[in-house]
């Protein structure tokens, strides 16, 4: 079974940064971070498999956000740079522990998952 410990939220001006982590406990494959804004669906951010590296990322944050772990510590992170107001929202991440060939960007194929941390991003 997998416990998922988020940190690393805040308030930020536009165009800062923030690094989101995410410490795993138990057996994952793949791992992603996902965020939900207020009236909003829940959308994919990034995903990761753990085994082969590769990596997805949602267009609005192609090219400012990169999603990355530490093997050895099964720990999940998250570098948001040139952040937006639009980045707001609560960030999640979650987990799985069962082989895919890929890595899906939908929620509801992750079983674990973190309790959220709030990033807000002020104009």
């Known amino acids: 079974q997998v416990q998922l410990v988020e940190s690393g939220g805040g308030s930020v001006q536009a165009g800062g940064s923030l690094r989101l982590s995410c410490a795993a406990s138990?057996?994952?494959?793949?791992m992603g971070w996902f965020r939900q804004a207020p009236g909003k669906e829940r959308e994919g951010v990034a995903t990761i498999d753990s085994r082969g590296g590769f990596t997805y990322y949602a267009d609005s944050v192609q090219g400012r956000f990169t999603i990355s772990q530490d093997s050895s510590k099964n720990t999940l992170y998250l570098q948001m740079n040139s952040l937006k107001p639009e980045d707001t929202a609560v960030y999640y991440c979650?987990?799985?522990?069962?082989?895919?060939?890929?890595?899906?960007?939908?929620?509801?194929?992750?079983?674990?998952w973190g309790q959220g941390t709030q990033v807000t991003v002020s104009s």
């Open positions: 138990g057996s994952t494959y793949c």
């Open positions: 979650a987990a799985d522990s069962q082989w895919a060939p890929l890595c899906s960007i939908r929620g509801d194929e992750y079983s674990y």
